[in-house]
């Protein structure tokens, strides 16, 4: 268990609704970051949050944005979701910055279905 | 970050070794090559990281020649359990770090 949480597990949602997932990082970690993973492809960068920042971002409309809390967990919020956005969202958490290592730990993922 | 080409797929049966390689022709001096795994509806696992040469742990070794353009996972003696995509990723540490590239990995299967 890698200690990463991650909320709701599955969720059903219409076009052009919003949003919000959830992610508890691993204790100790403060870095939280979030990919989107399409069925039978690898994970894609979201973004990062580190110190309630966005640090990195990945190939994503501003649809997708973020936000970190002071105890470190992290949200994703998505709006006026497209059938595309249908995919399993992974939380990962990891110290910052990594020192020659490339070891995060996975949440078990929130299965968005949009419809 | 550097790209990597990995095989699409593999099988194998139990009791097996089971040999991924990973190309990586445009490695940087300061990229390091990290293996995660992959069970359906699950996160990635760290499995391995190396630079060059070999580092072995309990799950896997990880091979790396020593003009580090490739590099190769060995899963000694593999299960059904061991069925799962494999990733390869190659970037350097600090913040650039932290964002994984993940390719579309190599399924395998492992068979009775």
């Known amino acids: 268990d890698a200690g990463v949480t991650q909320s709701p597990t599955h969720l059903i949602k219409t076009r052009g609704q919003q949003v919000t997932l959830r992610c508890s990082p691993k204790?100790?970690?403060?870095?939280v970051s979030w990919y989107q993973q399409a069925l039978g492809q690898g994970p894609q960068f979201i973004f990062q949050y580190y110190e309630e920042e966005e640090r990195q971002r990945g190939n994503f409309p501003d649809r997708f944005s973020g936000h970190q809390f002071p105890n470190y967990s992290s949200e994703l919020n998505v709006n006026a979701l497209l059938l595309g956005d249908s995919a399993l969202y992974l939380c990962?958490?990891?110290?910052?910055?990594?020192?020659?290592?490339?070891?995060?730990?996975f949440g078990p993922g929130t299965r968005l279905t949009v419809t | 970050l550097a790209k990597t080409t990995q095989p699409i797929s593999m099988d194998s049966y139990e009791g097996q070794e089971v040999n991924i390689t990973c190309s990586h022709n445009?490695?940087?001096?300061?990229?390091?090559i990290t293996w995660y795994q992959q069970f359906p509806s699950q996160g990635p696992r760290f499995i391995i990281q190396g630079y060059k040469t070999k580092v072995t742990n309990e799950v896997a070794s990880l091979f790396i020649p020593a003009d580090r353009k490739s590099s190769t996972l060995s899963l000694p003696r593999v299960s059904l359990s061991d069925t799962a995509v494999y990733y390869c990723?190659?970037?350097?540490?600090?913040?650039?770090?932290?964002?994984?590239?993940f390719g579309g990995g190599t399924r395998v299967l492992v068979k009775p």
């Open positions: 204790s100790g970690h403060d870095t």
């Open positions: 990962a958490s990891s110290l910052w910055p990594l020192q020659g290592t490339y070891e995060q730990y």
């Open positions: 990723l190659v970037g350097g540490p600090g913040a650039a770090g932290n964002k994984l590239t």
């Open positions: 445009n490695i940087a001096t300061n990229d390091y």
